[in-house]
């Protein structure tokens, strides 16, 4: 049974428009996180939470926004979104804060056109 | 810049034979992690590094924190050992922990 779960797995959307990006965890971690991989970069960090507290922000833009209304969900909306948002976008856990083991789940992949 | 360097960015074995991956930091870290993501896109955990060495099965990974790079040997490659290899410093201090990725090491073994 997968741990981190991810939906959808496949999104395409036009310019402009919001989108939400769908993640949850049964792994009974306490810290989640967001990064981004796109054919232009490596893999990169965008946000971590702890006990649905933002700790870190690495996203320039306030057009990507986590929303955690559960302990096990960190879900991620983007708004006016932009061809170069297109990227596959990860979300892991680990069961703390601090230096502990990050799990990633199966990622979405974000097509905008 | 490049806080994370990884070598070389593509290998292609013959089944059977072993090589090593490296990654260099120039930045501070105590803990490494490294993983393979298969052609489907998915990440798949390979080790959890404090410095020294972890053995799995065919692959070996160690890090030398004090000269600031980790390897990961691969013994026997086997054709499903293809992907592409990611390793990752982590960052952590008061405001949370992060992953800085190295740009991987596509790897492609060949029967």
């Known amino acids: 049974d997968p741990k981190i779960i991810q939906k959808p797995k496949y999104l395409v959307a036009v310019t402009g428009s919001e989108k939400i990006l769908i993640c949850e965890q049964y792994?009974?971690?306490?810290?989640m996180y967001w990064y981004r991989q796109s054919a232009k970069k490596p893999l990169e960090f965008m946000f971590s939470y702890s006990y649905q507290k933002l700790m870190d922000n690495q996203t320039a833009s306030s057009r990507f926004q986590p929303q955690s209304s559960k302990k096990n969900h960190l879900d991620l909306q983007i708004t006016a979104l932009k061809p170069d948002d297109s990227a596959t976008y990860f979300c892991?856990?680990?069961?703390?804060?601090?230096?502990?083991?990050?799990?990633f789940g199966p990622g979405t992949r974000l097509t905008v056109l | 810049g490049d806080q994370v360097k990884q070598s070389p960015s593509a290998l292609s074995l013959q089944e059977g034979t072993n090589s090593a991956l490296r990654c260099n930091f120039s930045i501070a870290t105590t803990t490494v992690q490294w993983f393979l993501q298969n052609p489907r896109g998915s990440l798949m955990n390979l080790f959890y590094l404090v410095p020294g060495t972890k053995e799995n099965g065919r692959l070996k990974s160690t890090f030398n924190s004090k000269e600031s790079y980790s390897t990961l040997h691969i013994r026997d490659a086997q054709l499903e050992d293809s992907g592409t290899y990611f390793c990752a410093a982590l960052n952590y201090g008061g405001s949370g922990n992060k992953l800085i990725f190295g740009t991987g090491t596509l790897l492609s073994v060949k029967p």
């Open positions: 792994l009974g971690h306490n810290a």
């Open positions: 892991a856990s680990s069961q703390r804060g601090g230096g502990a083991e990050q799990f």
